[in-house]
Each structure stands twice: as structure tokens, then as C-alpha cells.
């Protein structure tokens, strides 16, 4: 006699995801998916959150206490298959206490976000933007021998917050632009690590801002890493450094940001990420040594089709009831 088939899991899926990705999820589950993208609201999220036991939200989605409380009183919820590797928009005290398991999509994107990262690297002090601007405003007049100056890469010092997966990635492609590295960390890399990146090791962030002349900011965003880089952390760095932000904007006070180039006391910003996504600061589009980007640090095809097949993979594992790879809340298997 054929064994039982399980029931297929009800997941709802809060955004658009590549096509491949939805059909494949359609033929293994249960699956509501959102057609139109429309972003759900709060009211939206709980609704859903009470009715699948899987949901599949994305960094827009704010899963915050009260939609994990209709989540709990529903009773259906047991996993969150979080589509992206930063898992800041959701409440995961409150996810540890509905008994909700997160996973989210780690090293499918590592690549993507370091060549974006680096693209920034290379794009603020040397001003690919103010030269793209140029072109278009049809005002570009031929070369000029002091025309779109900017500040040379090769031989300058990169300080890098949080060499994860991501940081280590930036480090490799930093050397082989001539770019010394630096990190600040909360744990050293192993000794062949360090020695294979030729990075050195801060143990205080506030030193190296003071010494290196661009900075990238790798790390999750957490409780700890809340506006990391304040007014007073923007008062240490050199004149003439530029930072990079392609993790998430909350780790940059993005006021104090406003400032410090206001004031000069940084050359430049390169941003992929903001505080209030989608709303930009004001003055970030009228400040000249600014490059802005809309948050698309993974955004390749192959990047998203494989962040899909890791929710997949976790929803799948978890339905047969072993441990998902990607958890984050380790106690709720
Ligand atoms: C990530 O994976 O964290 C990206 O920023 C999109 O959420």
C-alpha cells in the first residue's frame, strides 16, 4: 500500500518573487502568493500570519509583536522562511516567544553584495556619478586636463565593519585593487584567515575610523549596531575619507550622515541602503560626493533565484520534520 501523503503546507508569500521560484513553490505547497507586489500592511501581515503555518516575508514587511500575536493566536504559524539574509524587520524575541522559527537565506548573496559594495568603492571618490550626471544633462563640454578630478584608489587604506561572509568577500576584491585592509570585528579571524586577506585587525572601531580612508559597513543590523556610526564617530574619521553602506541604513545615523558631509568632515558617501526606506533624506540628493543606489546590493537574477530555492530548501526540510539549514532562532526546531 502506497504511504500517506502529508498534507502540503500552507505558505503565503508576502511579495513577488522570481517566476521560477512561484511556480516551483506552487507545485510543492499549499502556496498563496501576492501577484500584484503590493507591499501588505500591518493588518495584511497579521491576517496572513493567523492563516499558513509557513510565511515568506521579505525585508519590507515588518513582523513586528502584534502580528506575531495573531500569529500565535491562529496557531497555525511554525516557521517564518524569511526570503534575504538580514533578519532586523522581524520582532525575533517576539518569534522565540510564539514559538516560530525563522531561517533566513545566507551565502547565496555573499558575491553579488561584495561587487555592489565595491562598485560604490570605486564609484564615489573617483565620481561616476557626477560624471553619469554630466553626460545626460547634455552639459559634458570634451575633456578637460582638470576636469571630474577625483581621488585615486590603489594604495589607500579600507576599514571594514564586520568581516562575515560578506566583509571577507569585499576584502578579497579590495586587495586586488591595490587596497590595504583593515577590519574591526567583534572576534579576530584566525591567524590563516587574516593572513590570506593581509587584513589587520582593530580591536577599536574608533581608532580605525581615525586611520583608514574609505569605509564599508558589513554587519547586521542589531540592538548593538543601531546608529554605530553617529555624529560623533563622523568627527573622528579623516577629511578625506569616504564611506560605504550596503548593509542596512539604521547602522549610519542618517542625520548625523547629512552633517558630517554638510560640514566637510567626510569627503563622500556611498548608500545602497537608508534609514526610512523607501524615503531618502532630502539632502542626500542635493550633496555633491553622494552616490545612491535603491537598496539592490543582490539584486541579480541568479542571486534572487537562489535565495528562493533556499526558502524552498528550508519550508521543505522543515515539512519533513528535520531541522531547517538556515535557522536563526536555533531553540525552536
Ligand atoms: C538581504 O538579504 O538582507 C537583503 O538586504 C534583502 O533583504
Redesign the pocket.
Known amino acids: 500500500m502506497a504511504p500517506a501523503s502529508r498534507p502540503r503546507p500552507k505558505v503565503i508569500v508576502t511579495r513577488r518573487l522570481p517566476q521560477p521560484v512561484e511556480t516551483r513553490m506552487a507545485e510543492l505547497f499549499d502556496v498563496e502568493l501576492n501577484l500584484d507586489d503590493t507591499p501588505m500592511n500591518q493588518a495584511a501581515l497579521a491576517d496572513a500570519a493567523a492563516r499558513c503555518e509557513v510565511l515568506v516575508p521579505?525585508?519590507t514587511d515588518e513582523i513586528d509583536a502584534e502580528v506575531l500575536n495573531a500569529a500565535a493566536a491562529g496557531g497555525r504559524l511554525k516557521l517564518m522562511a524569511?526570503?534575504?539574509?538580514?533578519?532586523d524587520?522581524i520582532d525575533l524575541a517576539a518569534a522565540r516567544a510564539a514559538r516560530v522559527a525563522v531561517t533566513?537565506?545566507p551565502g547565496v548573496?555573499t558575491d553579488d553584495?561584495a561587487d555592489l559594495v565595491m562598485a560604490l568603492i570605486l564609484s564615489v571618490p573617483r565620481r561616476l556619478g557626477a560624471g553619469e550626471k554630466l553626460v545626460r544633462a547634455g552639459q559634458w563640454q570634451g575633456w578637460a586636463p582638470t576636469g571630474m578630478l577625483g581621488h585615486r584608489i590603489t594604495g589607500k587604506r579600507l576599514g571594514i565593519i564586520g568581516m562575515g561572509r560578506i566583509g571577507r568577500a569585499v576584502a578579497t576584491r579590495a586587495r586586488a585593487f591595490g587596497l590595504t585592509v583593515h577590519y574591526h570585528n567583534r572576534h579576530r579571524l584566525r591567524a590563516e584567515v587574516e593572513g590570506e586577506l593581509e587584513a589587520t585587525w582593530w580591536e577599536n572601531l574608533d581608532a580605525m575610523l581615525a586611520r583608514v580612508d574609505f569605509i564599508t559597513i558589513n554587519c547586521p543590523h542589531t540592538p548593538e549596531t543601531h546608529h554605530l556610526i553617529d555624529a560623533r564617530r563622523f568627527k573622528l574619521m579623516q577629511r578625506q575619507a569616504y564611506i560605504i553602506n550596503?548593509?542596512?541604513g539604521e547602522i549610519i545615523d542618517e542625520a548625523a550622515l547629512c552633517e558630517a558631509l554638510e560640514k566637510g568632515e567626510i569627503a563622500g558617501a556611498g548608500l545602497d541602503?537608508f534609514e526610512r526606506e523607501p524615503e531618502v533624506d532630502a539632502r542626500l540628493l542635493e550633496l555633491p560626493g553622494v552616490v545612491l543606489l535603491p537598496?539592490m546590493?543582490?539584486a541579480t537574477f541568479e542571486g534572487r533565484q537562489a535565495?528562493g530555492e533556499k526558502v524552498i530548501a528550508n519550508i521543505r526540510v522543515w515539512a519533513d520534520g528535520h531541522r531547517p539549514p538556515d535557522l536563526v532562532l536555533e531553540e525552536w526546531v
Open positions: 521579505t525585508v524569511n526570503f534575504g539574509v538580514g533578519v524587520h533566513n537565506t548573496l553584495t550596503a548593509a542596512r541602503v537598496h546590493g543582490s535565495m
